[in-house]
């Protein structure tokens, strides 16, 4: 396959959805984007419906079906946005949204209501003035978040002036970009792209999105590694999600795998109830006990913090096990091994 599948005629083309389902997917396809790379298509299994990397990105009817906590906007966004393209939810760093194109549309997306093709053209440049005249009058702000969308789909040439521009703001001084595509289009993380990325004083940052050992594929590989080359720091953002990577073997596997390519494992989201995607949604307590699990079992560096986004826009907290609690007059500390044991409450 050679070609970026779009459509529900598509999938049925490449032998990734029956060719019943047409019908049926075309109405997930008029709400919500579908875009599956030559990269990902190659890592799908059709013949399993339970394969972890088909359930990320197929399009299925479940996503018609919106339950009662779902939200349109499930962390908030619109209510930081002091501006098109802005999201300013903590003091000293803030997210700037260049595009609201992606290499491919996943099916647990929290942005999923306004990400897509429609969004391609991102700011106008009268809005990215704006935008970038917000970071310049906030001196609290350290560290600008390119996000989307995928801002890494834009060309070298809009990325390398999109960084020149905010490289020329003093009092911002590290540069954070949120992407997928080293796993879902590695062949674009070319020279021209990484040069255009790394060619500031602005100390770089890249959280690369991946959920499954199996995207880490020898072309993500050398994408990852082009990046860390030209002094990128790696970072991981991995989304919990229900039949994708709700089993501690699975994902120690992930993050070992993580490890072994340079990327520190920093991010494990617990999903968020954006609208069409109860399926993939595991309980907090769920959520808990696996990264409990990881504890002891795995090294350190395999350790990622468990977060929830508060929905309603209450900001990012961390969300793992409590491993020590009051008990009487003292302490109890839970060993990773599931032992408990008595601290006095000075310890």
């Not at 890494?152 to 490289?167: F, N, T």
């Not at 991010?267 to 990881?294: C, I, M, N």
Request: proline share 9%; hydrophobic share 45%.
């Amino acid at each position: 396959m050679t070609k970026v599948l779009h459509t529900p005629a598509d999938l049925v083309s490449a032998g990734l959805a029956p060719a019943g389902a047409a019908a049926e997917l075309e109405a997930v396809a008029a709400r919500y984007a579908i875009a599956v790379t030559p990269a990902v298509a190659a890592l799908i299994n059709p013949a399993d419906p339970t394969d972890p990397i088909g359930l990320q990105y197929l399009p299925s009817p479940e996503e018609l079906e919106t339950t009662p906590d779902e939200q349109a906007d499930p962390i908030g966004d619109s209510i930081h946005s002091p501006l098109k393209g802005i999201v300013h939810r903590y003091p000293d760093r803030l997210l700037l949204t260049a595009t609201h194109a992606c290499a491919v549309y996943c099916r647990f997306c929290f942005r999923r209501e306004v990400v897509g093709p429609g969004g391609a053209g991102g700011l106008t440049a009268a809005e990215l003035d704006a935008a970038l005249a917000y970071i310049a009058g906030h001196p609290e702000v350290w560290e600008v978040i390119l996000t989307g969308g995928d801002p890494l789909v834009m060309s070298p040439r809009r990325i390398g002036d999109l960084v020149r521009r905010i490289a020329d703001i003093p009092h911002v001084k590290i540069l954070r970009v949120h992407t997928r595509l080293p796993v879902a289009e590695p062949e674009r993380v070319n020279e021209a792209l990484v040069n255009a990325l790394s060619g500031s004083r602005l100390r770089l940052a890249v959280g690369v999105h991946v959920n499954h050992a199996r995207e880490l594929t020898p072309a993500a590989d050398a994408a990852l590694a082009h990046l860390a080359g030209a002094g990128a720091l790696l970072l991981s953002q991995t989304v919990l999600l229900r039949g994708v990577n709700d089993r501690v073997e699975i994902l120690g596997e992930l993050m070992r795998a993580l490890v072994e390519r340079g990327v520190r494992p920093y991010y494990l989201h617990h999903p968020d109830p954006a609208p069409g995607t109860a399926r993939f949604r595991v309980s907090l307590a769920e959520g808990q006990a696996l990264v409990r699990g990881l504890r002891g079992r795995y090294s350190g560096l395999c350790q990622p913090t468990y977060v929830l986004d508060i929905p309603g826009g209450f900001g990012k907290v961390p969300a793992g096990p409590a491993w020590i609690e009051p008990s009487g007059t003292g302490l109890t500390a839970t060993d990773p091994w599931g032992g408990t044991h008595v601290l006095p409450d000075e310890a």
